[in-house]
């Protein structure tokens, strides 16, 4: 239960990092969602729409025209690369600086195993998410350099067919391992 209660804190603190970038950016953000599946709660707010899904083992912020080419100046891709980076890698950062705080303080500060936990989780999904494979954070920053090599039109088609693909994959290796993560909660090691 501890795992699960940690992921999900992680997630959110991940995806708002994502959300107020982008805002301070001045990107619109469509949506912003903590989980996946069947929407259990939602409400709009400033253009946003705030949701929450039935699966709570990820999340996403949906920016308009993520990766798709538009002449909209405040659209992600038409930012300059620096501002990319800072809304694309603003959730690892977020999860790597709130799990190092957590574990130092478990250790410093307030003897906690939960504590503890938690920091463990959030600097992992931080850490991974860095991971350039397509639909992880990581890869944008190597994604929006074609921009440099070919045309953008081109390059962000490339990229759009890259991030399916990844997602995909990465979605087909979550559902390869529920079974694995059903065993540990039964077992009570998460």
Do not use: Q
């Amino acid at each position: 239960m501890i795992f699960l209660i940690s992921l999900i804190i992680c997630i959110f603190l991940h995806e708002l990092g994502h959300l107020i970038t982008a805002k301070i950016c001045k990107c619109s953000v469509l949506v912003f969602s903590i989980g996946f599946g069947k929407e259990l709660f939602s409400f709009m707010y400033k253009g946003t729409k705030y949701r929450l899904a039935l699966i709570p083992l990820g999340g996403y912020n949906k920016l308009e025209h993520e990766i798709d080419y538009c002449r909209n100046k405040y659209a992600l891709p038409n930012l300059t690369y620096s501002k990319k980076l800072f809304v694309i890698l603003a959730g690892c950062f977020i999860n790597i600086a709130t799990g190092y705080l957590a574990y130092y303080a478990s250790y410093h500060w307030i003897v906690n195993y939960n504590l503890y936990y938690f920091g463990v989780i959030s600097m992992a999904l931080g850490v991974t998410n860095l991971i350039p494979f397509p639909a992880l954070d990581g890869s944008y920053p190597f994604l929006f350099l074609l921009e440099k090599f070919m045309p953008k039109k081109r390059a962000l088609h490339i990229t759009s067919i890259l991030v399916k693909w990844g997602f995909i994959i990465l979605m087909t290796l979550n559902i390869l391992f529920i079974p694995y993560m059903i065993k540990l909660l039964i077992k009570g090691a998460l």
